[in-house]
């Protein structure tokens, strides 16, 4: 082959590869700068290196999103979820009194991003169970029953978490659902915050019943501060929210795949009414 012609098709293999890696179409494609720490998130999944999975299968644009708050039917029991470095470590008081600071964090977060979803026309909606404790994870009224039968007619699950403070937080990133292969949104979530294996920890049981879950980040230092000042509270909701929609839209094909960069300034879009943190009408719990 002649030299010149030689030289081009390597151009064009260089060209398909890098083009491959962005859509996440390569085996074990990453984005860069999964490592490290994120300017708005913080640390990003240490795990990023041992991801073992593809996120390949289509959605269709019109897919049903189901959102969930993780823990918000494990409270006062086993897996209420993080106190978050503040109360833990460093004396504050928690954000509501009766549940878990992750559990307040992951119920606004999941609203801001339903909020968020639905202005730019996603088929999207936040499911709140009636009871802040339900100690059968099978009960029909739990985030695990209702992720799954959404999974399971064809939905989209997201379950929203705030990761573990100190060394036991592995940082955000995106646990994919067991019941099928991962699709291009699950990658796309994962080029913006990071990934975890497939079978972490043995397989979650979120992950096992379908449902995605999604690490925004662990729940310490200028996350954490920046979530508890109130004249910042907003923007760091709204900026988070912006990433998570962006995610799932450039994993629908609705917004065209880029270099994705660190959000590091409040996201567009309304802002929800998140003065009222209780269950469901027909739950046991009070508010403030």
Request: without cysteine.
């Amino acid at each position: 082959m002649n030299p010149s012609w030689r030289r081009w098709f390597r151009f064009l293999a260089l060209g398909a590869l890098v083009a491959a890696l962005a859509v996440g179409v390569g085996a074990g494609a990453q984005a860069p700068g999964w490592a490290g720490s994120d300017p708005l998130t913080g640390p990003r999944s240490r795990l990023s290196d041992r991801k073992d999975w593809l996120g390949a299968r289509a959605l269709p644009e019109t897919v049903d999103i189901l959102l969930l708050a993780g823990h918000a039917d494990s409270q006062n029991m086993a897996g209420s979820g993080t106190p978050g470095e503040a109360v833990a470590l460093r004396g504050a008081a928690p954000m509501q009194s009766g549940m878990s600071d992750e559990l307040y964090w992951n119920l606004l977060t999941a609203r801001t991003v339903e909020a968020l979803g639905r202005q730019r026309g996603l088929a999207m909606r936040f499911y709140d169970p009636p009871l802040r404790t339900i100690h059968n994870g099978d009960d029909p009224r739990t985030n695990w029953s209702v992720g799954r039968n959404h999974a399971r007619s064809g939905g989209y699950a997201l379950e929203i978490h705030y990761d573990a403070y100190g060394p036991d937080g592995v940082g955000s990133g995106l646990i994919p659902p067991l019941q099928r292969r991962p699709s291009r949104v699950d990658e796309s979530l994962a080029q913006a915050f990071g990934a975890y294996p497939l079978h972490y920890r043995d397989g979650l049981g979120a992950p096992r019943r379908g449902i995605a879950m999604l690490e925004i980040g662990k729940l310490e230092g200028p996350l954490e501060v920046a979530l508890r000042d109130p004249s910042r509270r907003q923007a760091t909701l709204n900026a988070i929210a912006s990433r998570v929609v962006d995610g799932i839209e450039r994993g629908l094909g609705r917004l065209p795949v880029t270099p994705l960069e660190p959000a590091v300034a409040a996201g567009g879009g309304a802002d929800p009414d998140l003065s009222d943190l209780s269950p469901a009408p027909g739950g046991a719990r009070s508010v403030r």
